[in-house]
């Protein structure tokens, strides 16, 4: 195998390891590979600029479909609201100020 096959792999290896949200050693054991492998590669293509490492900031593209509800459905409607890993559940009727510390929080932890 050549040096650029193994380097795809360990693009996508890299690419379920951050999506997954699990520590280096979780991630390892249950994906049959060493831990010292996986931050070899880690290291290897971030030297490289092969994978960005560095979070994005300011503003998100956000996609809104807008929907026809009753009266009801729309008492029960829920705004989710994705950050990485987490997401934020908004109902109607939702304390401004109580979701605006919350996103704080995310954003300080992002």
């Given at each position: 195998m050549t040096h650029?096959?193994?380097k795809q792999i360990w693009l996508e290896r890299i690419t379920s390891y951050k999506r997954s949200g699990l520590s280096?050693?979780?991630w390892s054991k249950s994906n049959g590979v060493s831990r010292g492998s996986l931050t070899h590669w880690l290291n290897e293509l971030t030297e490289n600029n092969t994978i960005n490492t560095?979070?994005?900031k300011g503003f998100i593209q956000a996609k809104i479909t807008p929907t026809i509800t009753t009266?009801?459905?729309e008492?029960?409607?829920v705004l989710s609201i994705h950050v990485?890993?987490?997401t934020i559940d908004v109902r109607n009727g939702f304390?401004?100020?109580t979701l605006l510390s919350?996103?704080?929080v995310v954003k300080n932890l992002c």
């Open positions: 650029e096959e193994r280096k050693k979780a560095k979070r994005a009266e009801a459905q008492k029960d409607s990485g890993y987490t304390n401004k100020d919350v996103l704080q």
